[in-house]
C-alpha cells in the first residue's frame, strides 16, 4: 500500500461522493479525455474527501482564471488515477508528496520535506509533472491528550520514550510492522511500545481511535495531521524533528502535456494559501458537524482566500 497507515478509502465511506461526473456516469473515467486545448482542465480526485474538497478548490481557481474546467471525482487509488493522467483521462489531481513519491520509486528513503520534493521532481518521469506543493501536510502524527503533555512536560517524540513502559499506544494493527510505525519510533526516538500496550484499531485514527485517547483508554494515538479532532479536543500533536514520517505536503499533480506557466501560477498560488490548519478547516466544514458538501466549501474557502479572481 501507498497510502499511508490508514487506507483514506475508509475516510470516505461516511459520506456520499457528490459528483461521480460531469455527466452522472457511474464510472468517473468513463467519458475518456486527452484534450489538447491548453485552457481545457479535467481536474480529477481520489475517493475520500480531502481529495475531493481540494480538488474543487483547483477547480474552483483554475475557472476564475479562465480555464474550462471539467471534474471526474472519486476515482479511486494511484494505481486507477496515475494511468489516468498518463493516458489524458484527467490532467490534474491533488496528491501527497511522500506516499506519492513512494508510488513512483519504491527504494526512495527519503523523508524531510526538501529531500521529498527534490526526489518527487526526478521520479515523476517524462508523462507527470508537479507544481509547488502546499506548506499543508496530512500526515501520521504521534498525539497525546493535553493532559498527559503537561504532567509529563512532552513537546516531542523522544520526550515520550523515557515513559516507554507506562504508553499504552493505538493505530492500526499494520502501524506494528510498518517501518515508519514502531520499529521508526523505537529506532529514532527509543520509544518503545511492548506489544500488551500497543491497542490495534482500525479506523484510521479515526472516532474510534479519537474517544480511546480522549477516555483515557490509551495514552498516545497515531492521529493524521489534518483531522478536527485534534483542536476539537485540544490534542497535542508531538513534534518528529528527526523525519520518523514523511512529509505528506499536497501537491498537484498533473499530465505533462498540460503544464504551462498559466496552469502552474494558478496551482501555485493555491498551494500558497493551503496550509495544514487551511486543511483542517476544510475537513471540519465537510467532515464535521455542518456536512457541508465538498464543492460548496472549496467554492467558499477559494472566495475567502481571494483566489476567485485572476492571479496577477
Not at 506548506?135 to 516531542?156: C, F, I, M, S
Request: net charge negative; with cysteine.
Amino acid at each position: 500500500m501507498t497510502i499511508s497507515f490508514r487506507s483514506r478509502l475508509a475516510l470516505g465511506a461516511a459520506l456520499v461522493l457528490t459528483t461521480v461526473t460531469a455527466c452522472g456516469n457511474s464510472d468517473p473515467l468513463a467519458t475518456g479525455g486527452g484534450s489538447t486545448d491548453p485552457n481545457a482542465v479535467i481536474v480529477g480526485s481520489a475517493n475520500f474527501p480531502e481529495s475531493e474538497t481540494v480538488a474543487n478548490v483547483y477547480a474552483e481557481a483554475l475557472r476564475a482564471n479562465g480555464f474550462a474546467v471539467s471534474t471526474k471525482l472519486g476515482i479511486g487509488s494511484r494505481e486507477t488515477y496515475v494511468p489516468a493522467l498518463r493516458d489524458g483521462s484527467i490532467d490534474v489531481i491533488p496528491d501527497y508528496t511522500g506516499n506519492l513519491l513512494q508510488f513512483l520509486d519504491k527504494n526512495a528513503t527519503a523523508t524531510s520535506a526538501p529531500d521529498v520534493n527534490a526526489a518527487l521532481t526526478a521520479a515523476v518521469g517524462p508523462d507527470l509533472a508537479i507544481t509547488t506543493p502546499a506548506p499543508g501536510e496530512d500526515k501520521d502524527a504521534v498525539v497525546v491528550t493535553r493532559g498527559t503533555a503537561d504532567r509529563w512536560q512532552l513537546t516531542g517524540i523522544g520526550d515520550l520514550a523515557p515513559h516507554s513502559p507506562e504508553v499504552t499506544f493505538a493505530a492500526p494493527a499494520e502501524f506494528q510492522e510498518r517501518p515508519a510505525g514502531l520499529p521508526g519510533l523505537r529506532e529514532n526516538y527509543g520509544l518503545d511500545i511492548a506489544p500488551g500496550n500497543f491497542v490495534p484499531i482500525a479506523d484510521g485514527g479515526g472516532p474510534a481511535t479519537v474517544r480511546a485517547l480522549a477516555d483515557g483508554k490509551v495514552t498516545a494515538a497515531n492521529i493524521f495531521t489534518t483531522s478536527p479532532a485534534i483542536g476539537a479536543n485540544d490534542f497535542v500533536v508531538l513534534a518528529d524533528p528527526k523525519n520518523n514520517f514523511p512529509a505528506q505536503n499536497v501537491v498537484p499533480l498533473l499530465r505533462a502535456q498540460k503544464k504551462s506557466d498559466k496552469l502552474s501560477a494558478v496551482l501555485d498560488a493555491v498551494s500558497a494559501k493551503l496550509t495544514t490548519d487551511q486543511l483542517i478547516a476544510l475537513n471540519d466544514a465537510v467532515s464535521g458537524d455542518a456536512k457541508t458538501e465538498p464543492a460548496d466549501a472549496a467554492a467558499r474557502w477559494v472566495q475567502a482566500q481571494g483566489l476567485d479572481r485572476p492571479v496577477s
